[in-house]
T-cell receptor, first 114, second 112 residues
Framework: DGGITQSPKYLFRKEGQNVTLSCEQNLNHDAMYWYRQDPGQGLRLIYYSQIVNDFQKGDIAEGYSVSREKKESFPLTVTSAQKNPTAFYLC?????????????FGDGTRLSIL | GESVGLHLPTLSVQEGDNSIINCAYSNSASDYFIWYKQESGKGPQFIIDIRSNMDKRQGQRVTVLLNKTVKHLSLQIAATQPGDSAVYFCAEKGSSNYKLTFGKGTLLTVNP
């Protein structure tokens, strides 16, 4: 079945530690996105990527980094510079950035501070 | 509905009733709108979308209505079932960019 796989489902970060969240899709989508969701809130865009080896900052990119070395993969690193990392992180993908197509989501990674 | 702080607006209905979930959007230039359903601990699931050149679109048991005059979007769910219990988000996309802007969501609870 085609879909978006995020791992791990739960992740714990220690002070000063960088952690990486995985996102893989086999939908042959061009664009991929990372969102952050806080309790009772909508989704806020962290980074997005239209094509391999290219990505842009979203609304809340500070303290995060990404790479897009393969079309299928878009890992997110939460760095120690992100002082409030506890949240639910969602990865999404879609066919093209400017077309009117829905984004499809993975089932998220919940990140907590130890 | 409107959301205030961290408290989601809620809608409670009886099984078999019809549900209407409302969303006010902000950008008059938005040309594409989506409704998502999010169950606890899962990612948002696409339900239905509508382009700005339409005012109504129907799916299986769901209908989306778009009123561009007052910038209002609604999702109607017919014969609501317990499995429909979830948080429902609307999202809008501007005509000149990629970005989806999400509402804060409405919690739908279906009572058996």
């Amino acid at each position: 079945d085609g879909g978006i796989t995020q791992s791990p489902k739960y992740l714990f970060r220690k002070e000063g530690q960088n952690v990486t969240l995985s996102c893989e899709q086999n939908l042959n989508h061009d664009a991929m996105y990372w969102y952050r969701q806080d309790p009772g809130q909508g989704l806020r865009l962290i980074y997005y990527s239209q094509i391999v080896n290219d990505f842009q900052k979203g609304d809340i990119a500070e303290g995060y980094s990404v790479s897009r070395e393969k079309k299928e993969s878009f890992p997110l690193t939460v760095t120690s510079a992100q002082k409030n990392p506890t949240a639910f992180y969602l990865c999404a993908s879609s066919y093209r950035e400017y077309s009117n197509q829905p984004q499809h989501f993975g089932d998220g990674t919940r990140l907590s501070i130890l | 509905g409107e959301s205030v702080g961290l408290h989601l607006p809620t809608l409670s209905v009886q099984e078999g009733d019809n549900s209407i979930i409302n969303c006010a959007y902000s950008n008059s230039a938005s040309d594409y709108f989506i409704w998502y359903k999010q169950e606890s601990g899962k990612g948002p699931q696409f339900i239905i979308d509508i382009r700005s050149n339409m005012d109504k679109r129907q799916g299986q048991r769901v209908t989306v209505l778009l009123n561009k005059t007052v910038k209002h979007l609604s999702l109607q769910i017919a014969a609501t079932q317990p499995g429909d219990s979830a948080v429902y988000f609307c999202a809008e996309k501007g005509s000149s960019n990629y970005k989806l802007t999400f509402g804060k969501g409405t919690l739908l609870t279906v009572n058996p």
